[in-house]
């Protein structure tokens, strides 16, 4: 369990996550690492396990060597986790939505001419797809690949239009590819994809398709006039650019309220109109965003008046972006609409510390985690949900730096382990109190001390390799070597183990030099030697890598050179739901 708490440390150093990658222990969430270093992940891409091959092939900062070999796997579902390039959420404090970076050219060329249609149809998902290659893919002779390289194009060129509709297959396909246009859908092709829904069998299943026309399509007097009389069709048509002036107008009076969210929400729009249209949300519904209002380059001024107006939508939308003024901020926190306040929360890092706390005490969503991660939720707060009856309430609020020591420690006693092991994460324990807990005889505690971000580099190395101070890289991809480990209670036989000197340095252990550090340096090391010799009850073994035993045979290793990442990033990054697609917003 200690060996699975540094994998998950977001203040490993990179020489400790390599040695942990050829660990014999659960290393799927190293894998996930954002800042996994190059050495670590061509070990994990030579592993034998598929799964965490897969969750690899997922992490957006992999080195353009290691997606090559990932994209040449003998696993499909890993090629194509690699291929998809899906978006994923950070949430650290404020809640954020992110993609990756694209692929290297090699990598999706590799992958458009991969033999398993499901990797392609993967491929066509990625938002990165070069636009030649993305071409070549409605050519595919998997027709799903062609429909869903077509919808996906991001965005999809009008000028293709006609060739994209005869690629993309099915209503929903068609939808999508709509969602996208780069401008506004042809009168023509919106005629002929009428008449095909016209002689439908099951129009039915058409009806997203008709909305996204009516909202799309460039109108004429005909096309107005068959959206218009289709009372489902109205607020779609009420939404579209090209409807004229004097229908936005009668529509914004509509008795129907979607109809007239639709004409408050158009871009562009006369902001007296806006304003005197009378509208009502859902104030527990997170959909219905302005999508242009979160793209808009906004001064100051302008985001204070959206940020005061009588449209819940436009406050709730702003409330999203990422670049408000602290008085927007301000004028956000104490709006009415209990949904613009959570966005706020979620969203912003410069919330005041009172909103946070207000709302994180009774919401039971996933959002939670972030407000009590935010840097400005007060501790007095925290320390109420720290001592509530609810084990719930407790978990989220044990790692809070601002807790009373007589806090953490009741809660490092808790009754649930689950509650046990946040409190060992937390960072306002001292470096004594950590290294006890990491000698526990609970595996809760033990993991979430050696998780704990506070935990000193030194002791890391002393939990990782009791006894050995020495690693040389040696050529090839540069992996550290070292005699083969054993972290049991038993210290290792016929070798006698001495401190590193305090008046030098070595890379791997990042012991000081002299002074104070070197004196806790000097005892760190001797608490990992009593650990070695028989207080630390860890039985986990830990592979040596090197010239002589590979960590797989069942695979040639490719020769890749020796990379060092430096790109570090958060630990509370998960992937994103497939559904959750652009410009569709919903919790």
């Known amino acids: 369990m200690l060996l699975l708490g540094l994998a998950g440390n977001p203040s490993a150093p990179p020489e400790a996550l390599v040695r942990l990658a050829a660990a014999n222990i659960d290393r799927n969430e190293l894998a996930r690492r954002r800042d996994l270093p190059a050495q670590a992940a061509v070990i994990l891409a030579d592993d034998k396990d598929a799964n965490l091959r897969s969750e690899l092939a997922a992490n957006p900062n992999l080195p353009a060597e290691v997606q090559i070999v990932l994209a040449r796997d003998v696993d499909a579902q890993v090629r194509g986790r690699l291929a998809e390039g899906a978006e994923y959420f950070t949430t650290v404090g404020v809640h954020a939505r992110r993609f990756p ?22 491929l066509a998902f990625n938002r990165h797809l070069p636009d030649d290659i993305r071409a ?15 919808a996906e194009w991001h965005p999809a060129p009008t000028a293709r239009i006609s060739e994209l509709l005869s690629r993309a297959t099915g209503a929903f396909g068609r939808e999508l590819l709509l969602l996208r246009l780069d401008g506004p859908l042809p009168a023509e092709a919106a005629r002929g994809m009428l008449a095909d829904i016209d002689s439908s069998t099951d129009p039915a299943n058409s009806a997203g398709l008709l909305r996204q026309i009516a909202a799309t399509a460039v109108l004429d007097a005909d096309l107005t006039g068959r959206f218009l009389t289709d009372p489902p069709l109205r607020a779609a048509v009420a939404a579209n650019p090209t409807l004229d002036p004097e229908h936005v107008a009668a529509l914004a009076h509509d008795p129907d309220n979607q109809v007239r969210a639709a004409v408050v929400a158009r871009r562009g729009l006369d ?42 939508v436009f406050r709730k939308t702003l409330a999203m972006r990422a670049d408000l003024s602290d008085k927007a901020v301000g004028i956000l926190s104490a709006d009415e609409s209990f949904a613009v306040r959570l966005f706020v929360c979620e969203r912003q890092p410069n919330a005041p510390g009172w909103l946070p706390a207000h709302i994180g005490a009774d919401w039971k969503s996933y959002s939670r985690w972030d407000m009590l991660a935010h840097k400005n939720f007060p501790a007095d707060a925290a320390t109420a949900l720290a001592r509530s009856d609810d084990p719930h309430d407790r978990v989220v609020a044990a790692a809070h ?5 007589d806090t953490t420690e009741a ?13 060992a994460t937390n960072p306002s324990l001292p470096t004594d109190r950590l290294t006890t807990l990491l000698e526990a005889d609970e595996p809760a505690v033990v993991s979430g001390a050696a998780a704990n971000r506070t935990l000193l580099v030194v002791t890391m190395h002393c939990s990782i390799k009791p006894g050995c101070e020495d690693a040389t890289p040696v050529d090839g991809c540069g992996l550290l070597v070292g005699p083969r480990i054993q972290l049991s209670s038993r210290p290792p036989r016929n070798r006698r183990s001495s401190p590193p000197s305090l008046h030098s340095t070595n890379s791997s252990t990042g012991w000081a030099r002299h002074g104070p550090w070197a004196s806790a340096a000097h005892g760190l090391w001797r608490a990992g030697a009593r650990r070695a010799a028989g207080q630390c009850r860890l039985r986990e073994r830990l592979p040596t890598v090197g010239s002589v035993r590979r960590i797989s045979s069942r695979r040639p290793r490719c020769g890749w050179p020796s990379t060092r990442s430096s790109s570090r990033g958060s630990l509370g990054e998960h992937r994103a739901v497939r559904g959750c697609r652009p410009g569709i917003r919903g919790r």
């Open 101 to 122: 970076g694209p692929l290297s050219d090699d990598v999706y060329e590799l992958l458009a001419r991969d033999p398993e249609p499901k990797v392609r149809r993967a």
């Open 136 to 150: 070549r893919m409605l050519d595919d002779h998997d027709v799903r690949t062609a429909a869903i390289a077509a």
């Open 271 to 312: 902001p007296a109109l806006r304003e005197s249209g009378s509208v009502e949300y859902d104030d527990r519904s997170s959909g219905n965003a302005v999508e242009w209002l979160l793209a808009e380059d906004m001064s100051e001024p302008d985001q204070l008046a959206f940020a005061r107006s009588r449209q819940q």
């Open 401 to 405: 730096p601002g807790l009373p020591f």
């Open 411 to 423: 809660l490092l006693a808790d009754d649930a382990d689950y509650v046990r092991r946040r409190a």
